[in-house]
C-alpha cells in the first residue's frame, strides 16, 4: 500500500511563492504518474499538475500555467509543487495523488490509486 504525505502548505500573501511537497512511501509504478489537486471551501475537487514517471512529461490546468512548476525527484520518492504569484483563488487543501498511465490516454486523465491527505495552501490579498 502506497502511502503519500504531503507538506510545506501554509499561509502566504498574494504575490508570494511555496513550494509543497509529497513523499511517497515507496517507489511508485513502472509508467506511474504523480499529481496534484486541490478543494477549496464549497468547490469541487480539481486538476492542477501531473508528472509522468520520467518528468519528460507534464500537464498544468489553465489556471496555473507560468505560475506553478511540477517536478519529481525519484531517488527520493518525492514530488514538488513550486507555486509563484499566488493568488487569492489558489486557497485550497492540496492534495497528492499517484497511479498508473492509461495507455493511449492524455496524461491528466491518469489513474489515482493513492491520495495523501492534504496540505492547506491559503494567499491572502
Known amino acids: 500500500q502506497v502511502q503519500l504525505v504531503e507538506s510545506g502548505g501554509g499561509l502566504v500573501q498574494a504575490g508570494g511563492s511555496l513550494r509543497i511537497s509529497c513523499a511517497a512511501s515507496e517507489r511508485t509504478f513502472v509508467n506511474g504518474a504523480m499529481g496534484w489537486f486541490r478543494q477549496a471551501p464549497g468547490k469541487e475537487r480539481e486538476l492542477v499538475a501531473v508528472?509522468?514517471?520520467?518528468?519528460?512529461?507534464?500537464y498544468y490546468a489553465d489556471s496555473v500555467k507560468g505560475r506553478f512548476t511540477i517536478s519529481r525527484d525519484n531517488a527520493k520518492n518525492t514530488i514538488y509543487l513550486q507555486m509563484n504569484t499566488l493568488k487569492p483563488e489558489d486557497t485550497a487543501v492540496y492534495y497528492c495523488a499517484a497511479g498508473r498511465q492509461r495507455v493511449g490516454a492524455p496524461l491528466a486523465a491518469y489513474r489515482t490509486d493513492y491520495w495523501g491527505q492534504g496540505t492547506q495552501v491559503t494567499v491572502s490579498s
Open positions: 508528472i509522468n514517471w520520467s518528468g519528460g512529461s507534464t
